[in-house]
């Protein structure tokens, strides 16, 4: 389990750019997804010796009608999801009315919150932060988020006191690169007692908003006599890991809408819960989004899938409750599907009926497709020879008179698949460009449902 960090402040302090930082090694695949922003944003960030979840919220501005009204709502809900709060002010302006609201509203709530002063480059900023003490949330934190400067003194003092409850947090020493190491971190601590799962097992976690069938899609999976369940307990606050096999592929089902754990057929169905969603995603291999049909595409499907590709996780597509529709709803849905998720064309896509069991068996086959691409490994001289005719096909563009020099290409990691490129002037490629390789190299090494990222080095 890792920490959530949610970073609240009025708009312009500088969160978006906190957050970009955060997730930075992501990057590259974030800008390659458009159209995914939304009023909350969840990243998968990695940052110095610490992993953790992050939140960006839009900002409370002050006009608000009180800190209960709409525009502020998101800002409380992602200070009720966190484990810690950064509340980001701007060492510029000074203490507004706004941050007075905001941090009252920080003072009487429980959560570890911390000042931090944003854009102290360029001025004074000992004197600039004093007044921020006013707020009495303790000590201001100086930062300058655009230039990178005390992030890692802020995650030091504010997230090292969560290390003894999220041990998984820190960053293990030694970058394990090896292509063992794909599903062998599939143990979970439950009562001191750590259950080892087959490494071989793929991890699918079944995500989606509420009442979109989970559930239901859940029992399906393990009803289906093919299937052999090994009960494993769990605690309210995590998903279950359900170990099945099928077709004599070991998986381990992440379920977080809490099937196994209800006894009784009427006992309540737990609260949907985002963070709980958001950690079964980190700790997956295959990411199987259902969306309800009925519902069409929603921002909170976005989200999700935004997360699960920002996380590199791989993902299929599950559109359920497709029984009992006629074609004209059906063909309106579809038109939604290619108008909002055609960025994402590279995942399968599939038409099912959780309750009626139409058309689950295939999703397993994307599944396992989509794990086997993500963990393929691939030599340097098939993706070199791949750089070569993406060139041949399409040169590098000219920058300052001078083409753009793409070398060689080698693998960088697995699950997600890394391609690292080296060559010269490579900082000053396009976005245009770099999109065009991703896709040549996706379709060049038919790499369905995976994330692929892109990572340039400069050669000397
Ligand atoms: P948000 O609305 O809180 O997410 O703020 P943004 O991250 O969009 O930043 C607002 C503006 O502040 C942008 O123009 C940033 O370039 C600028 N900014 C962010 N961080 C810094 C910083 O450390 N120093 C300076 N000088 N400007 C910054
Ligand atoms: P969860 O909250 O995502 O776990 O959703 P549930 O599995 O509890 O399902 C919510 C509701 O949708 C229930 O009433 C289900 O019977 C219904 N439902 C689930 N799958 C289907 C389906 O494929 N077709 C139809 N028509 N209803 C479904």
């Known amino acids: 389990m890792i920490p959530v960090v949610a970073l609240v402040g009025r708009p312009n302090v500088g969160k978006s750019t906190l957050f970009n930082r955060f997730t930075r090694t992501r990057d590259a695949l974030v800008a390659n997804f458009p159209g995914l922003t939304r009023d909350r944003q969840y990243g998968s960030a990695e940052y110095g010796e610490y992993q953790f979840i992050v939140i960006d919220t839009g900002g409370i501005t002050g006009d608000e009608q009180g800190i209960d009204s709409k525009m502020a709502e998101q800002s409380l809900q992602a200070i009720e999801e966190a484990d810690v709060v950064m509340f980001i002010v701007d060492a510029r302006e000074g203490v507004t009315a706004a941050d007075q609201m905001l941090a009252e509203h920080l003072r009487r709530n429980s959560k570890p919150a911390y000042v931090v002063a944003n854009k102290t480059d360029g001025i004074d900023a000992d004197s600039a932060i004093a007044e921020f003490y006013s707020l009495a949330l303790g000590p201001v934190y100086k930062i300058a988020a655009a230039h990178g400067r005390g992030i890692n003194g802020l995650l030091q003092e504010t997230l090292s006191p969560l290390v003894e409850e ?54 399906r999976i393990l009803g289906e006599d093919r299937v052999i369940v090994y009960d494993m307990p769990g605690t309210t606050r995590d998903s279950i890991y359900i170990p099945m096999q099928r077709d004599d592929q070991p998986y381990v089902l992440i379920d977080t809408a809490g099937v196994r754990r209800r006894r009784k057929i009427n006992e309540t169905v ?19 989004i259902v969306i309800d049909a009925r519902e069409g595409i929603s921002d909170q499907d976005l989200s999700l899938l935004g997360f699960t590709l920002n996380a590199g996780r791989s993902v299929v597509l599950a559109v359920n409750k497709w029984d009992g529709l006629d074609t004209y709803v059906k063909d309106r849905i579809k038109s939604e599907i290619d108008r909002r998720l055609g960025f994402i064309d590279f995942a399968r896509l599939h038409f099912i009926s959780a309750l009626h069991g139409t ?17 393929r490994k691939v030599t340097t001289s098939l993706l070199t020879r791949i750089l070569d005719s993406a060139k041949y096909e399409h040169q590098p563009p000219l920058v300052r ?17 890394i391609i690292v490129i080296h060559g010269n002037q490579v900082n000053d490629l396009p976005d245009s460009y770099k999109r065009y390789l991703m896709n040549y190299f996706r379709k060049s090494l038919d790499m369905m449902g995976t994330p692929i990222r892109i990572e340039f080095k400069e050669s000397s």
């Open 166 to 219: 999220f041990p998984e947090m820190r960053i293990a020493q030694e970058e394990d690169e090896s292509d063992e190491n794909v599903a062998t971190d599939s143990t979970l601590e439950e009562n001191d007692e750590e259950i080892q799962l087959d490494p071989k097992a793929i991890k699918l976690a079944i995500v989606g908003r509420p009442n979109v069938g989970k559930s239901t899609l859940t029992n």
């Open 270 to 288: 737990e609260k949907f819960s985002v963070i709980k969603t958001l950690k079964a995603i980190e700790d997956a291999n295959v990411v199987l």
């Open 359 to 375: 058309g689950v068996g295939h999703l397993f086959e994307s599944v396992t497709e989509a794990y086997e691409s993500a963990t």
């Open 401 to 417: 008179g001078r083409r753009v020099k793409l070398k060689y290409a080698h693998a960088g990691g697995h699950n997600p698949p």
